[in-house]
């Protein structure tokens, strides 16, 4: 364990930013973490997993801690279910695989999204009609004030859409160490609900998909809508869907008929940011090095050399040009730094 100082954190982010961490150390252990978190006490902390929900506008004037935690085992089963604990470090979409693997249902529809397994809870992240609260259990992690181990039930993280208590009021007080998923051995729960998934198996003549089959229509998709951030430096979906009274949707769509919109409930719709984004003209923009990704619009890009900076104010001028335009804000799903 060596703190290195004025590291580069290109490697660490995927938008590819060229930023510094005045300095950065690795953690490979919960006693590491404990231990750096004890001798540092009072420097400024920043946790770092795998960089796939942030854009770094600016160097990092802190300690950057590393969270590269590895391992996964069963901790628990019974006839129908298995209780899997993953540590913090595990590449999401290799769990997600491994799962698949072992037949082990629930988390085949989040295939392929970026990023590590000790962050999902803190975004509850989600995909064609799944999220991490329909089989997350708890997460272990560590008090940064105090080093103390402290669980977290699924009721105590107060889950909602890409929001958890570690984006409120237990923001930047914990390390998520390791979580615990409750997956299925029988009986899976396919979910085809959504129509490019159901279209993709249909191009196959998969008329019973697996959860294998499932996965691979997921992987397919994302992979002809989303640019690899290894080749194509991006966080994935830089915006969140907006969920909007029914009444402000009703407006909107006297305007704009083609407009798109999912139920939530009797008095909210769900409006696809994405659509807003493209109607407002900006799907396949650039601006220098900095732009939206030519095949969705939800993604913004780095084509090579961007600033942070220069991809920051081009979420805000879309941010402006849709709320102009639909009268509909949009917030940021990427944790800007």
């Known amino acids: 364990m060596q703190i290195q100082n004025n590291f580069s954190l290109k490697k660490y982010n995927t938008f590819g930013i060229e930023a510094k961490a005045k300095q950065f150390v690795a953690v490979h252990s919960v006693e590491e973490l404990k231990q750096i978190l004890a001798t540092h006490k009072t420097e400024a902390k920043f946790i770092l997993g795998g960089g796939s929900n942030m854009l770094l506008t600016q160097d990092i ?41 072992h037949n ?119 992979k002809s809508k989303l640019p690899d951030p290894k080749e194509l430096g991006n966080s994935g979906s830089f915006f969140k869907n907006p969920i909007i009274p029914k009444e402000l949707y009703e407006k909107a769509h006297a305007q704009f008929p083609d407009m798109p919109h999912y139920v939530v409930s009797e008095t909210e719709v769900k409006v696809p940011a994405g659509w807003l984004i493209e109607q407002a003209g900006f799907k396949g923009k650039r601006f220098g090095d900095a732009g939206i990704h030519k095949n969705q619009a939800l993604v913004l890009v780095n084509y090579g050399n961007a600033t942070g900076q220069e991809i920051f104010a081009v979420s805000k001028d879309i941010q402006a040009t849709v709320l102009n335009k639909f009268g509909i804000a949009i917030e940021a799903e990427v944790n800007v730094i």
């Not at 628990?76 to 997600?96: C, I, P, T």
Request: net charge negative; proline share 2%; charged share 25%.
């Open 104 to 222: 082990l249902g629930g988390l085949e529809n989040m295939s392929l999204i970026p990023g590590n397994v000790g962050t999902t809870p803190v975004q509850n992240i989600g995909a064609y009609g799944t999220e991490i609260k329909d089989t997350f259990v708890s997460c272990n992690t560590v008090d940064i004030a105090t080093q103390e181990l402290v669980t977290f039930t699924k009721a105590e993280c107060k889950f909602g859409y890409r929001e958890s208590i570690f984006k409120q009021e237990a923001k930047d007080k914990y390390v998520i160490t390791s979580v615990v998923f409750k997956l299925t051995k029988r009986n899976h729960k396919i979910n085809t609900a959504y129509g490019d998934i159901t279209k993709e198996l249909e191009k196959n003549n998969i008329v019973t998909p697996n959860l294998k089959e499932v996965s691979n229509a997921v992987i397919a998709i994302r």
């Open 61 to 101: 004037n802190a300690l950057v801690i590393h969270i590269d935690l590895k391992g996964k085992k069963i901790i628990k089963e019974d006839n129908d279910y298995v209780w899997v604990e993953s540590q913090a470090g595990e590449v999401w979409h290799e769990f997600v695989l491994w799962s698949i693997d």
